[in-house]
């Protein structure tokens, strides 16, 4: 089984990076695991909401590629169905045991577009709340982790 995390933009924080490592390193001893950086679209104008509509098409596009159909696609969401730790560890533990890899999709600022949502196995969402992309693949990581141990 294989995991692989990807998401837009890169980890500017160096603290950050020094534990995004460490929960790789631990991770790895369970599951071979990556990390795919793509590159977000730029917008403009926030207000705008055609361009808005055309940076999460042109998003999209790039995210396309990763999905595969005998993998299972989790898409880390605000409007994804909410669950907690022990939900979460339960669907990695379904998943390894009929040898799936999975894929996490973390959207860009503005989520993602409903090609995208049409295509995943799984909408899930970790909270109301909103965070930064640096923080969240932190969380992500440590859920995985947590999941295995």
């Known amino acids: 089984m294989k ?34 950086e793509i590159d977000e679209e730029k917008i403009t104008n926030e ?4 361009e808005t509509k055309a940076a999460l098409y042109k998003e999209s596009l790039k995210l396309l590629n990763h999905f595969k159909n005998n993998d299972y696609n989790i898409l880390l969401d605000l409007e994804g169905k909410k669950i907690d730790s022990v939900e979460f560890s ?26 995208i949502k049409s295509k995943s196995s799984l909408n899930i969402s970790f909270s109301d709340l909103t965070f930064n992309k640096q923080i ?14």
């Open 3 to 36: 995991i692989k995390i990807i998401c837009f933009g890169n980890i500017k924080n160096k603290n950050i990076t020094m534990l995004i490592n460490d929960y790789l390193s631990k991770i790895s001893h369970f599951s071979k695991i990556e990390i795919l």
């Open 90 to 115: 339960k669907i990695i533990e379904n998943q390894i045991n009929i040898s799936k890899n999975i894929n996490f999709f973390i959207g860009s600022s503005h989520g993602f577009h409903e090609i």
């Open 136 to 149: 969240f693949r932190l969380m992500i990581l440590e859920q995985n982790y947590r999941a295995f141990t």
């Open 47 to 50: 207000e705008n909401s055609g």
